[in-house]
T-cell receptor
Framework: QKEVEQNSGPLSVPEGAIASLNCTYSDRGSQSFFWYRQYSGKSPELIMFIYSNGDKEDGRFTAQLNKASQYVSLLIRDSQPSDSATYLCAVTSGGSYIPTFGRGTSLIVHP | DGGITQSPKYLFRKEGQNVTLSCEQNLNHDAMYWYRQDPGQGLRLIYYSQIVNDFQKGDIAEGYSVSREKKESFPLTVTSAQKNPTAFYLC??????????????FGPGTRLTVT
């Protein structure tokens, strides 16, 4: 059973701070890693994907992948109240293109 | 504008009735998927399809049926056999499954309430 674990939160950070969201996965053969943002009542929106160890930056977002430790993180710099949402981690494993989703972490950015 | 459309946004049905949820995409994606999301839960895969006229069961296919007669369309029928049909239903699509990266893009969702 492939598992993707996320702390449900809520994670509360002040405006302007760095928000750090973490995701661990059980399958060592995992290859592709995705972060989605989901506002309340809306559908998930793809933010980033990463497949190589290290960091990948896109604007205020940085994805960090450590395959040896089996975790992937999403950092949000200069957090804004509009970043308040649930962040879903999704992982695909070798031989399958169907991702396994975590339950998501709720992020609250307060002014 | 390219994208995925789902209709209707909200749907109300009486118990015992079948209901069909629409999903259309104009992204020229080969693969399409149906997920169900319940409060506080992750996304659970119902059915997926890689090509026209072919589809596979996901983790929770019981009580659901699909068809894929056109590349652009992947309707989901929630039958009366589904014991707890009230949920948020999400349709997604992705480009050729044989690529190494398979990012999925989601439609706006249909919120189904069965009473």
């Amino acid at each position: 059973q492939k598992e993707v674990e996320q702390n449900s939160g809520p994670l509360s950070v002040p405006e302007g701070a760095i928000a750090s969201l973490n995701c661990t996965y059980s399958d060592r053969g995992s290859q592709s890693f995705f972060w989605y943002r989901q506002y309340s009542g809306k559908s998930p929106e793809l933010i980033m994907f990463i497949y190589s160890n290290g960091d990948k930056e896109d604007g205020r977002f940085t994805a960090q992948l450590n395959k040896a430790s089996q975790y992937v993180s999403l950092l949000i710099r200069d957090s804004q109240p509009s970043d308040s949402a649930t962040y879903l981690c999704a992982v695909t494993s070798g031989g399958s293109y169907i991702p396994t989703f975590g339950r998501g972490t709720s992020l609250i950015v307060h002014p | 504008d390219g994208g995925i459309t789902q209709s209707p946004k909200y749907l109300f049905r009486k118990e015992g009735q079948n209901v069909t949820l629409s999903c259309e995409q104009n992204l020229n994606h080969d693969a399409m998927y149906w997920y169900r999301q319940d409060p506080g839960q992750g996304l659970r895969l119902i059915y997926y399809s890689q090509i026209v006229n072919d589809f596979q069961k996901g983790d929770i296919a019981e009580g659901y049926s699909v068809s894929r007669e056109k590349k652009e369309s992947f309707p989901l029928t929630v039958t009366s056999a589904q014991k707890n049909p009230t949920a948020f239903y999400l349709c997604a699509s992705s480009i050729v499954p044989t690529r190494s990266i398979h990012e999925q893009y989601f439609g706006p969702g249909t919120r189904l309430t069965v009473t």
